[in-house]
């Protein structure tokens, strides 16, 4: 087969475009959906939101009653001691005892119950973002890691000729003979450039598996286009996840707070007993109450009282830190975007062409015998890392932005 020369080669790297990558039924909202319905996350949460749920339903209920039997008025001492039915005191009790806390207390264990649901199921947003973001930056990951090595596979098949014609060159006499050793270092610093996207692929693979459970995921498709709408994003900043579990959490510590103040309302119990005695003086039928006296309450209720209130004010607080930590985190985040994709438009719309355009000035210059086959070789090789430059440059703009929508924007 014919070798092909510089220029040929040169028409050859410049036409090398985007490879499309194997058809597999995993598009991007495909991984996402799966991440939702398969992730292992997702199912430990939706189990913490049952088993809140499921609380409920005994929160604020009167507790179980209780069984109370016993032996009363059973002589120790005296004429009759040790013997049963001697006297009249002597009686064997069984009864019953409820216990009646305060409205206001089983009240505010139903609202505690009820507002550990709504926590239950902020936990839940949350996670269900942060596996919608993994599952669709390894998605991405995978998408790019695919480009970049089949591009790299094209501009090594296409530079193969190319270097094969150094040795011949350097046997005529043409270049120096330090031109095979230049030569080599460049090929072996592809080779390294292919070994780390193969690793990138394989992690990147390991990763989905992880979020959508399937054993050998391949993608399809194209990573969305979309580009973050900063006035968007600003004005949903309230509606996060993160920022919407701070109201269950504040439900939950007033909750806190009404059955700490219950702690200062009485609570009672009730009683009843039926006692069995000798034949000859009758049985017997008790009842009675008790009711508990919160006479410390400076001492015990108020401190308790005090230290609930004080964390429902924490959490006011961590909620407004939370919000300026997640808006300062956008604005960074729209930066670093804006400065990376200036820098993926200048790659792709300055640096490249102008490594073209000296790859073309160096052809012709070889062509006409004023350099050697070494300086041709680096051109081209430039133009091959260019070209992987822009494919680098872009999935860091396209992996921004998805992680930006998917952080700050809606679709949870």
Known sequence: MRALGPVSALALIVSAGAVPVRAEPLTFEAA??????????????????????????????????????????????????????????????????????????????????????????????????????????????????????????????????????VPAGVASGSDRPATVLEVARLRAALDDRRTELIAQSQTARAILTRWTGDPDPSVEGSPPQDAPEPVILRAGLDDLPELRAYGARDRQAQAEIDLARAGARPD??????????????????????????????????????????????????????????????????????????AQWMRARDVILPLALHQSDLETAAYAAGRIGLAEVVQTFTAVAEARLDVLDKEAVVTRHAAEISLTYGGGQ
Do not use: C
């Open 268 to 341: 009672w119990s009730m009683q009843a007993s039926y006692q069995r005695r000798d034949p000859r003086f009758g049985d017997m039928l008790s009842l009675g109450a008790s009711v508990s006296l919160p006479l410390f309450q400076r001492e015990r209720q108020q401190p308790i009282i005090a230290a609930r209130t004080a964390d429902a004010a924490r959490v006011a607080v961590e909620r407004d830190g939370k919000r300026r930590q997640l808006q300062a985190e956008l604005e960074a985040d729209l930066a670093q975007h804006a400065t990376d994709h």
């Open 32 to 165: 996402l959906s799966r991440a939702a319905s398969d992730a292992p996350d997702l199912r430990a949460a939706a189990l913490g939101v049952e088993a809140a749920e499921a609380s409920v339903t005994a929160a604020g209920r009167l507790p179980d009653p209780r069984l109370a039997f016993g032996l009363d008025g059973f002589p120790v001492s005296g004429p009759a001691a040790g013997r049963f039915g001697e006297d009249s005191f002597t009686a064997l009790r069984v009864g019953i005892e409820q216990d009646l806390p305060s409205r206001a207390r089983r009240r505010a264990e139903r609202s505690l119950a009820e507002s550990a649901v709504g926590v239950a199921i902020s936990n839940n947003a949350v996670a269900s973002r942060e596996v919608r973001i993994a599952a669709g930056l390894a998605w991405i990951d995978l998408y790019y890691a695919g480009r970049k090595l089949a591009a790299l596979d094209d501009i090594l098949a296409t530079l193969e000729p190319l270097w094969d014609t």
